[in-house]
């Protein structure tokens, strides 16, 4: 029981974060960060980090903006897909496969 609740902890800083992915396209973080942050128009700020295999993390410092990325448009970068996924702890960057979009 401590174990998971330790786990639970850990999690929450973590728990409205996105996870994206350009498909079919290697970009760096400047890049990365430079086009979303110029397409999503967001009211507050949002830090971008890199994790493994052509994946970023992203948090949001609103909320709002979080949602409206979830539930908008489908996003193109270097017309390629942006792929947005919740921020899931079992995650696993060398197992996930992106199998469908929204377009």
Same mark, same amino acid.
């Not at 999503?40 to 909320?63: A, C, D, H, P």
């Not at 709002?64 to 960057?93: A, C, Q, S």
């Given at each position: 029981? %401590?174990?998971?609740?330790?786990?639970?902890? &850990?999690?929450? *800083?973590? /728990?409205?974060? &996105? =996870? =994206?992915?350009?498909?079919?396209? +290697?970009?760096?973080?400047?890049?990365?960060?430079?086009?979303?942050? +110029? /397409?999503?128009?967001?009211?507050?700020?949002?830090? %971008?980090?890199?994790?493994?295999?052509?994946?970023?993390?992203?948090?949001?410092?609103?909320?709002?903006?979080?949602?409206?990325?979830?539930?908008?448009? *489908?996003?193109?970068?270097?017309?390629?897909?942006?792929?947005?996924?919740?921020?899931? *702890?079992?995650?696993?960057?060398?197992? +996930?496969?992106?199998?469908?979009? %929204?377009?």
């Amino acid at each position: 029981m %401590l174990a998971s609740m330790a786990f639970e902890h &850990l999690c929450q *800083p973590w /728990r409205k974060c &996105l =996870v =994206v992915k350009i498909l079919g396209k +290697s970009i760096g973080f400047l890049p990365m960060h430079e086009k979303m942050r +110029s /397409r999503w128009k967001l009211e507050g700020n949002f830090n %971008l980090i890199v994790i493994k295999n052509r994946y970023f993390m992203v948090t949001f410092g609103m909320e709002v903006d979080r949602d409206k990325e979830v539930n908008g448009e *489908p996003w193109m970068i270097f017309d390629h897909y942006l792929t947005i996924l919740p921020w899931d *702890p079992y995650f696993l960057t060398l197992e +996930s496969k992106v199998d469908k979009i %929204l377009a």
